[in-house]
């Protein structure tokens, strides 16, 4: 993928001091650098070739299906376990431990001995182990609303209603898709050098595609056993559902514990918004680009419904901010000089901060030959980042210390509300946990995930030094500063790589966290259901695998 340079970008690099926050993290939308139209750009370009070459399922929905991913160099398959789960036993909750659908990505093509292997553990999850065979892990339930209401229209030799479809978005919802070294499966080292999976989770997007697949066919099975002669699904209903999923807090320490592959993400996206500002003029066919995108971003925002009483107002606040948008652009906005910075100064001005991240998502649309090859950058070796520099002086970490985290040295962490919180992980299940600090007993078990209170003890204990005393030697009389240390290293040269707010604040709500990764994910929708986990869809409105690699890689994502 080429990338064509546009004038100076750099100046029009957004301060990430600004990006960084936590409101403004929290209010991002998906781009073309998600990491599911990465994937699907890759799909349609390489003419991937998809087939469903085993389908073992009964009349009470339980048993076996494989899903191949035929590319240019491998294949890929998911491998996929249909049960019969009572509905007392469905839960999105990490602690479940029966499912409606469990699947694995298996690399290549599984033999009969490794589905039988499969067989007898992926329907177990956390209490099963899969191999290095495997690239992913992952398991589903069904939406008790759709599912049902999808089936019996089918079996009735009609189509499910089209409201009752965009309501939901989704027959199945995944609870978790593992990959990375979880629970035997490959590490992501044996297998990043491998092009279609560079980009970050590029497994874990073409496990989501396929369970898609298997959604809809489980849910035309279902109604064929109920009438042989039951209707399929009109392909352009089966476009419009993707995948749910459901996200809680295990997912937000992410941010936090990968500083550099963090600052790659954000880098690529804020260059990609960059290249398109610095445009001086914007030419008739890319005018009328964002107008299609606007057009569809306004249909899909008022198909975004939630009851959460954060987050209902902003929905209708981002409705308004799209009218405003549209009428501003209707007067001229685009003609004349630097069209696009012109754009986002105004958004900048005139939106709330959903408006101004979602109209700088939609400002990238139009320009693919600036933006695609960005999703080359993505990626991090972030073992080369992990050594700490000994050599330098004290007084030079202190000054990039204070430069970095200079909203800290402003926090009073002896006010109970600015360190009410505190990260540790459960003993049940190894996950990610935020308890109230003053409230339980976990304090003791704490996980070193507030570096902005570190930061700034960090910059107080280096104050007591000598300014041309070694690192190495400072750490050696206080070596419990070494993770704050490095940290502010990797900052110095990764801008994008720390968040500039306090994490284990009162006030602080995991929601942003996870909103921004998901977009990166390419979610949209989110449907919080507490300040701690949301729904999301994925791929909704995306094409099918049958209909590939004919159909529009990119036109989808805005229409979800």
Same mark, same amino acid.
């Given at each position: *993928?080429?990338?064509?340079?546009? @004038? ?5 690099? #957004? ?6 926050? &936590? ?6 939308? $998906? ?5 599911? /139209? ?10 991937w ?18 899903? /191949? ?7 890929y ?7 019969d ?24 093509? @599984? ?27 992952s #398991? ?13 229209? !089918?079996?009735?030799?009609? $189509? ?11 027959? *199945?919802?995944t ?16 297998v990043?050098?491998r ?14 595609? +396929?369970?898609r ?48 592959l ?10 990609? !918004?960059?290249?398109? #500002? ?5 030419? $008739? ?5 964002f ?51 012109? !754009? ?7 939106l709330?901060?959903d ?7 939609? *400002? ?5 030959? +600036? ?16 050594? &700490?520099?000994?050599r330098? /002086? ?11 985290y200079?909203f800290a ?68 009389a206080?070596?419990?500063?070494r993770?704050?240390?490095? #940290? ?11 968040? /500039? ?10 929601i942003? &966290? +996870?909103?921004?990764? &998901?977009?990166?994910?390419g ?20 094409? +099918? ?16």
């Amino acid at each position: *993928m080429s990338i064509e340079t546009a @004038p100076e970008p750099e100046a029009f690099l #957004r301060n990430p001091a600004e990006v960084m926050r &936590l409101s403004s993290m929290g209010a991002f939308h $998906q781009t073309r650098l998600s990491f599911m /139209r990465i994937l699907m750009r890759r799909l349609a370009c390489e003419n991937w070739r998809f087939d469903r070459p085993l389908w073992e399922v009964d009349a009470n929905g339980e048993g076996r299906a494989l899903y /191949r991913a035929r590319g240019p160099e491998r294949t890929y398959t998911l491998v996929a376990f249909a049960h019969d789960l009572p509905d007392d036993q469905r839960s999105d909750r990490v602690i479940a431990e029966a499912w409606d659908a469990t699947f694995a990505l298996f690399d290549g093509e @599984p033999t009969a001995a490794d589905v039988d292997r499969l067989a007898g553990n992926v329907p177990y999850q956390e209490a099963g182990r899969v191999s290095e065979r495997e690239l992913t892990l992952s #398991r589903a339930n069904r939406s008790m609303r759709l599912f049902p209401h999808v089936v019996d229209r !089918l079996a009735a030799g009609e $189509q499910p209603d089209t409201e009752e479809v965009e309501a939901v978005g989704y027959l *199945m919802r995944t609870t978790a898709v593992y990959g990375s070294g979880k629970f035997g499966a490959v590490d992501r080292e044996f297998v990043a050098d491998r092009p279609e999976l560079s980009a970050p989770f590029q497994a874990e997007m073409l496990s989501v595609y +396929l369970i898609r697949a298997f959604t809809i066919d489980i849910a035309e099975h279902m109604a064929r056993v109920k009438n042989p002669d039951a209707a399929r699904l009109d392909p352009a209903l089966k476009r419009r559902l993707g995948v749910g999923n459901s996200t809680g807090l295990g997912m937000a320490p992410f941010l936090i514990k990968h500083p550099v592959l963090i600052d790659h993400w954000m880098r690529a996206r804020e260059e990609g !918004l960059a290249r398109v #500002r610095a445009l001086p003029e914007a030419k $008739q066919r890319e005018k009328e680009a964002f107008g299609e995108t606007l057009e569809q971003a306004k249909g899909q925002v008022a198909r975004w419904g939630t009851r959460h009483p954060l987050y209902a107002p902003r929905i209708v606040a981002l409705r308004d901010d799209l009218a405003k948008l549209e009428t501003h652009v209707a007067a001229g906005a685009l003609h004349g000089a630097d069209p696009w910075d012109r !754009l986002y100064r105004w958004a900048a001005d005139a939106l709330s901060d959903d408006g101004r991240e979602m109209t700088a998502s939609m *400002m990238m649309e139009p320009y693919g030959h +600036l933006i695609d090859g960005l999703a080359d950058c993505m990626a991090a070796d972030e073992d080369r980042h992990g050594r &700490l520099d000994g050599r330098m /002086r004290c007084g030079d970490l202190k000054a990039l210390a204070e430069r970095i985290y200079g909203f800290a040295l402003e926090t009073d962490f002896e006010e109970r509300a600015e360190r009410a919180r505190c990260w540790y992980v459960s003993e049940e299940k190894l996950e990610p946990r935020l308890g109230e600090r003053f409230e339980e007993p976990i304090e003791d078990y704490e996980q070193p995930l507030a570096p902005a209170r570190d930061a700034r003890a960090l910059v107080h204990a280096l104050a007591e030094r000598d300014a041309d005393e070694t690192v190495a030697a400072f750490l050696m009389a206080a070596p419990e500063h070494r993770g704050a240390a490095l #940290r502010a290293q990797i900052a110095a040269k990764f801008p994008f790589a720390e968040i /500039r707010d306090n994490t284990i604040s009162a006030e602080m709500l995991p929601i942003d &966290l +996870l909103r921004c990764k &998901l977009s990166f994910f390419g979610a949209t929708k989110f449907d919080p259901r507490s300040d701690r986990w949301v729904r999301i869809t994925m791929f909704q409105g995306a094409p +099918l695998p049958d209909e590939m690699p004919a159909a529009d890689a990119d036109g989808w994502a805005w229409a979800g």
